[in-house]
């Protein structure tokens, strides 16, 4: 933590130098152009030619000056971006608050774990992991949450996330500019509608004139001034007004090109100035390295294609002022032009604008998962195997305070499957999503909350926190037959990491506890690894039946001074202690 208050400190300091001189910088812009107003006054009342050249002067001390205020201007906001993002780190490490955005429209109830494991939303692995300031960003980190991937690409994640994980500058610096961007996720859908709008190209007749009617109309007005044939005049009236027509005929393909492409100029000069980030960069993991070589097009950096095209929207952006469109198109069917270029620029890179886009979002992901792994020096990457065994050693959740969080051994081989048991919060639930959160961790190549592990990468089905659905008009017992069905029909496809708690509640207890001992029986069978947790003792006793892949486990709780002391600590064997009766006595219930 002490680098995030090193970091404050260092940017507070720089953030108050840049403010004064911005502050200064606008003063002196203010005075300038009232100083040319000034000299442009005397110039008027005393027809000098000084005062002129003064006014002149002025005001290109004015223009010179707005150019060092907008560079200061986006300076100071990147500077104030990094300084919160230091200020947000200390917070989330103090456990103060999580001014983190909580990915809740990701969340999805039919996925085989996202509601169950609260990968979304309020206090979310999602919230407490994002890092991201782009929807593309968001939307590649919730994607990585939800999906399972090779050993192969684990393996590369893992080496990218260890890279980045030393790289703070670097990572908090593409984060200030994401940030900065103000994308959302209509900007990212704009963007990709246009990618997606297909249009024929030009017709030769409209290309023609708007080479020929820009030339003939600059030649009428430069005879003129050699002449000063008032004809000439007339003739080059007549072009401007033809040029209108002609762009009038133009018109609705221009808007129909920009439609829905509000400020979609600054947006993709953002996306250039993240993707310049990368390409000047030097990486050493073989995933980073892969990713900015696909910034490479036509032997130019897709940065340079990306300000093309910003450039490209800003001038046609022209057309929604009247007096420029006039003008402008008047004299040489500017947006016509502009028209043409952003359809060549359409043709030549439309295809790879997309995957440019995705590296962005990739490396705000990955940086997500960096800043993990450096906030938790004491988590690691697990080891991947292709044997099906699954180990952790201090296994603990993730989100856990850590100074209170107790860790636990755990292995799933010889025995693949855990009948867990024990009494009320002694720690069953969140053991298993202990186990459910770091199996989604490690197979998307990030750190996991353990001082050791190795797993055999597998999909994680989970059946622990189902409510009634009543949109689907279905109750809790039905959700959860249809969860149970789910997961049964993932088994068929592929062995899979089995998690349930507490099922079939939603019955009485002889054909909840039959129901649950068939489930158990029907998912090893499948081949399934996991653990099931229970209250019902005979559930236990299936162990005698497959004692080679069922193993029994529990977490005990002690009666210490008339108090239940919970030590959370996973134990072999079947839980012999309970609570309930004892709760009930001491209050008075029973």
């Known amino acids: 933590m002490e680098i995030y208050f090193n970091k404050v400190d260092h940017y507070s300091k720089v953030y108050n130098q840049i403010s004064k001189r911005y502050n200064s910088i606008s003063l002196l812009r203010l005075l300038s152009i009232f100083f040319c107003l000034f000299m442009l006054f005397y110039y008027i009342k005393t027809n000098e030619i000084f005062y002129a050249v003064i006014a002149f002067l002025s005001f290109a001390g004015f223009l010179f000056l707005m150019r060092i205020h907008s560079k200061l201007s986006f300076k100071r906001e990147l500077t104030k971006a990094i300084l919160e993002i230091n200020e947000d780190e200390i917070a989330y490490l103090k456990r103060e608050k999580l001014p983190f955005e909580n990915g809740i429209e990701f969340n999805d109830f039919h996925h085989p774990y996202a509601y169950d494991l609260d990968i979304f939303g309020e206090h979310s692995l999602f919230q407490n992991l994002n890092r991201t300031a782009t929807f593309i960003g968001k939307k590649t980190l919730a994607n990585k949450l939800l999906n399972l991937f090779s050993n ?75 002449t000063s044939k008032a004809i000439l005049l007339s003739y080059a009236t007549y072009i401007f007004i033809f040029n209108l027509m002609v762009l009038g005929r133009s018109l609705k393909r221009i808007q129909s090109e920009i439609a829905k492409a509000d400020n979609i100029d600054k947006t993709i000069k953002q996306y250039s100035l993240l993707v310049e980030k990368i390409e000047t ?203 149970l069905k789910q997961i049964m029909d993932a088994l068929e496809e592929r062995p899979a990491f089995v998690l349930l708690d507490e099922i079939l509640r939603g ?29 019902d003792i005979e559930v236990c006793l299936t162990t005698n039946e497959y004692p080679d892949i069922l193993t029994n486990q529990c977490f005990e709780v002690e009666i210490e001074n008339n108090e239940l002391h919970f030590d959370y600590k996973l134990r072999s064997g079947i839980c012999k202690n309970k609570s309930a009766t004892f709760l009930m006595q001491k209050m008075g219930v029973i």
């Open 152 to 226: 192969e690409t684990i393996l590369e994640n893992q080496h990218a996330v260890n890279e980045l994980k030393t790289k703070i500058d670097w990572r908090q610096d593409f984060e200030s500019l994401a940030i900065v961007s103000a994308d959302s996720k209509n900007s990212y859908e704009s963007l990709i509608h246009w990618i997606s709008f297909k249009n024929n190209s030009l017709s030769k007749v409209l290309l023609s004139l708007s080479v020929i009617l820009p030339t003939v109309f600059f030649g009428f007005i430069t005879s003129y001034f050699i």
């Open 281 to 483: 960069e030097k990486f050493e993991s073989k995933k980073l390295i892969e990713l900015q070589k696909q910034l490479i097009s036509k032997n130019a950096a897709a940065s340079s294609h990306l300000k093309q095209l910003s450039e490209l929207f800003s001038r046609m952006d022209t057309i929604n002022n009247f007096v420029t469109a006039i003008v402008f198109n008047g004299s040489f069917l500017f947006n016509l032009h502009v028209l043409r270029a952003l359809l060549k620029w359409k043709e030549n890179y439309a295809h790879e604008l997309e995957n440019w886009i995705n590296i962005i979002g990739e490396f705000e992901a990955l940086n997500s998962l960096a800043n993990l792994s450096y906030n938790n020096s004491d988590f690691v990457f697990p080891e991947i195997n292709s044997e099906y065994k699954i180990g952790f050693e201090n296994l603990s959740h993730p989100l856990l305070n850590p100074e209170t969080r107790v860790g636990n051994n755990t292995h799933f081989y010889p025995q693949s499957f855990m009948i867990l048991t024990g009494s009320n919060m002694s720690g069953k639930s969140t053991f298993l999503r202990s186990l459910g959160i770091n199996m989604v961790l490690g197979g998307i190549g990030s750190v996991v909350c353990a001082s050791k592990a190795n797993i055999h990468p597998l999909p994680v089905l989970v059946s622990m926190r189902l409510s009634d659905s009543l949109a689907d008009s279905e109750s809790y017992f039905f959700a959860e037959i249809k969860r």
């Open 507 to 535: 019955t009485n207890s002889d054909d909840k506890r039959n129901g649950t001992i068939e489930v158990v029986k029907k998912v090893i069978a499948k081949k399934a690894i996991g653990a099931i947790a229970t209250h």
